[in-house]
């Protein structure tokens, strides 16, 4: 077995020149026959002197092959053939290779770019075409602060306000400013019933639904909407006036003397403390909604730059998918590459070395036994059961020298023998 795989090789030169008087394959194997028989005939068909002789004829027949060129570019031409398009198809897969991967940095050059936008975008939003000013994240915060107490301050005015102005009996110790703030108007209007309760609970965010408004209204510049503002600062200025005129009443009327006249518009018009409840509440209102305008504007350029983020986010998301295929496409490609360059090697190493034509062999091989035992029944003097040993003998060693030498099968028609350091 190992000794097949030290062969010698001999790579060709130049072109084979043909034969002229090569004998034909027929030929061939009568040779083979006809050396069989004499060759057994000498030894006497002893399977010792088979074995030899197989063995020396595999030699010679090995020989004869390196040595018949033309046969062995004959053989080998299907390999040269394939190293050719292996080399070609190897060609076009490096460039297509390339190709991908330049397509691939710039992917990743521009998912980089990318991400280093949505940084510098938060920063800087103006280079990127977002109209929103410099401060306008802590414009935003310092807005939400303000907008946060001055919601409780309304919560707390208006409750205590409406529930002073219609439920509540004021005594005589009751001043000006008890009179706005009550600190148990929650629990005295849960005490009387959950209408009361509701009311006063609720009312505030009619103030606030109004405020709302106005910065819905402002934002649509259009003559109908100023208007509209005009007639919301009117309703809620009536609406303050009438909780603060209900108010002022009742403290009025707890100082009235016989001389004072009866409480009426214009003595609350002239009353002081009239338009200390009015403005107590009306202006924190005005603020409130002023202060709640630059919030949501603010929030909008926070909008502006946090979609314009997301959709940087979606673009690097749909370049990693893309990206991730070209990958696979890369490996891909590597992958056979260098499939392609390991079957080059082999191809090469086998055009280096030479090749053995099996069946070919196996038919002269075989020729040659049928020689020998036909000299073993017809030439030999042995008897009938010392013949069929001496058969059964020489078809053990044919069968043991083609195993040897890993001929034994039928799968291929020639053996390779690759080149060798």
């Keep these: 077995m190992g000794l097949l795989k030290s062969i010698a090789q001999i790579k060709p030169t130049k072109k ?50 390196k040595k018949e060129e033309e046969e062995q570019v004959k053989l080998k031409q299907p390999y040269v053939t394939e190293l050719k398009g292996k080399k070609t198809l190897m060609l076009t897969k490096g460039e297509e290779l390339q190709r991908e991967k330049e397509k691939l940095e710039e992917k990743e050059k521009k998912i980089d770019k990318l991400k280093s936008d949505i940084v510098n975008v938060r920063r800087n939003p103006q280079d990127y075409g977002i109209p929103v000013e410099r401060k306008s994240s802590s414009k935003f915060w310092i807005g939400s602060i303000l907008l946060l107490f001055l919601t409780v301050y309304i919560f707390i005015f208006y409750i205590s306000t409406s529930f002073s102005a219609f439920f509540r009996t004021f005594d005589p110790s009751t001043e000006l400013f008890g009179g706005m703030f009550y600190p148990k108007a929650i629990q005295e209007a849960y005490d009387a019933g959950a209408l009361e309760l509701g009311f006063i ?10 405020g709302y408004l106005i910065h819905v209204f402002m934002h649509k510049h259009s003559i109908a909407n100023v208007f ?16 603060a005129y209900l108010i002022d009443e009742k403290l009025y009327n707890l100082n009235k003397t016989f ?41 909008a350029d926070r909008d502006k730059i946090e979609n314009y983020v997301i959709s940087l986010e979606k673009e690097i998301k749909n370049l990693l998918q893309i990206t991730a295929k ?23 190493d086998i055009i280096d070395g030479f090749i053995l034509p099996i069946r070919n062999y196996k038919a002269l091989s075989s020729e040659y036994l049928q020689g020998w035992q036909e000299c073993i029944t017809s030439e030999i003097v042995l008897g009938p059961d010392q013949t069929k040993e001496y058969l059964n003998e020489c078809r053990i060693v044919y069968d043991n020298h083609i195993s040897q030498l890993d001929l034994d099968t039928d799968d291929y028609q020639n053996k390779v023998y690759t080149k060798t350091l």
């Excluded at 084979?16 to 060759?39: A, C, I, N």
């Excluded at 609970?201 to 109004?210: A, D, E, K, S």
């Excluded at 600062?233 to 303050?240: A, Q």
């Excluded at 056979?336 to 082999?346: F, G, M, P, T, V």
């Design 259 to 299: 001389e004072d006249p009866e409480f009426s518009i214009s003595v609350a018009f002239s009353s002081p403390s009239f338009w200390v409840i009015i403005f107590a509440g009306f202006v924190s209102y005005i603020i409130w909604g002023l202060v709640f305008d630059i919030v949501m504007k603010e929030h």
């Design 201 to 210: 609970l609720f009312i505030p965010f009619v103030f606030f639904g109004l």
């Design 16 to 65: 084979p020149e043909l034969e002229v008087d090569k004998p034909t394959f027929e030929d061939q194997k009568v040779t083979y026959h006809e050396d069989g028989r004499s060759t057994s005939k000498l030894c006497q068909g002893r399977s010792e002197n088979l074995q030899a002789s197989l063995s020396a004829i595999y030699y010679k027949f090995e020989n004869n092959c």
């Design 326 to 348: 070209q990958n696979e496409t890369i490996e891909s490609l590597e992958k056979a590459l260098s499939e392609s360059k390991i079957r080059c090697a082999e191809l090469e």
């Design 228 to 243: 509209k503002v005009i007639l919301l600062f009117i309703t809620t200025f009536v609406f303050d006036a009438l909780l």
